[in-house]
């Protein structure tokens, strides 16, 4: 069973645009929301990470929203570079147990 | 802070053989360690979680008898696929909780290929 669901598989944005990926969690004891980054041949990069009393968090180009009542969080990418093309995932746990990973979404961001 | 060290990094064994991977914490005592196996274009998906002195936890669906964990000591864990076959190939990556409870630092992963 997909404790975090996560939309879309796949975006296309232009350069310069705001890549939005979403998520939903069921677990409401989850205590713990990271986004990571993840290039091909390589392990995932932590991008940011929310806790649930904190309704947005933002760092460089990248925020999370996070919704506690709606149990749903999300990455915003602003500015988006072909750089940031990758897989993104969005996770969450209970802190000290094992993250719950969404099934990702590919990013390709055209010049 | 924080570092997992993995190794290999890649690895290429033949069928019926037997392969290790070790995740090492160097700065940090792990006491416990995720293992995640990632298959292309998949999520990575927790295999067992293993903590030092005692027998791993392992997921459904997950062979204890074929993915050997060891959590002998606080700075290593290790993983060994016994019997390999080709359809272990994948991505395996270890994880552990960061020292004082927030967040988790990852290995930099194992590209395992069985031919």
């Known amino acids: 069973q997909q404790q975090v669901k996560q939309s879309p598989q796949s975006l296309i944005v232009q350069k310069g645009g705001i890549s939005i990926i979403n998520c939903a969690y069921e677990?409401?004891?989850?205590?713990?929301f990271p986004w990571y980054q993840q290039f091909p041949g390589k392990g995932p990069a932590l991008l940011i990470a929310?806790?649930?009393?904190?309704s947005e968090k933002k760092e460089g180009r990248f925020t999370i929203s996070f919704n506690k009542s709606a149990k749903q969080f999300s990455l915003h990418i602003m500015d988006s570079q072909p750089g940031d093309s990758a897989t993104y995932f969005c996770a969450a746990s209970i802190s000290g147990y094992a993250l719950n990973f969404g099934k990702g979404t590919s990013l390709l961001v055209t010049p | 802070g924080a570092v997992v060290s993995q190794h290999p990094s890649w690895v290429i064994c033949k069928s019926g053989t037997s392969v290790k991977i070790e995740c090492r914490s160097l700065d940090f005592q792990a006491t416990t360690m995720f293992w995640y196996r990632q298959f292309p274009k998949q999520s990575l998906m927790l295999m067992a979680t293993s903590n030092e002195g005692s027998k791993a936890t392992y997921e459904q669906g997950v062979e204890k008898d074929k993915f050997l964990i060891n959590h002998a000591s606080l700075t290593l864990s290790t993983l060994t696929v016994t019997s390999a076959h080709p359809e272990d190939s994948s991505f395996y990556i270890c994880?552990?909780?960061?020292?004082?409870?927030?967040?988790?630092?990852f290995g930099s992963g194992t590209r395992l290929t069985v031919v």
């Open positions: 929310i806790r649930p009393d904190v």
């Open positions: 677990n409401t004891a989850f205590d713990y």
């Open positions: 994880s552990a909780p960061r020292p004082g409870g927030y967040g988790y630092t």
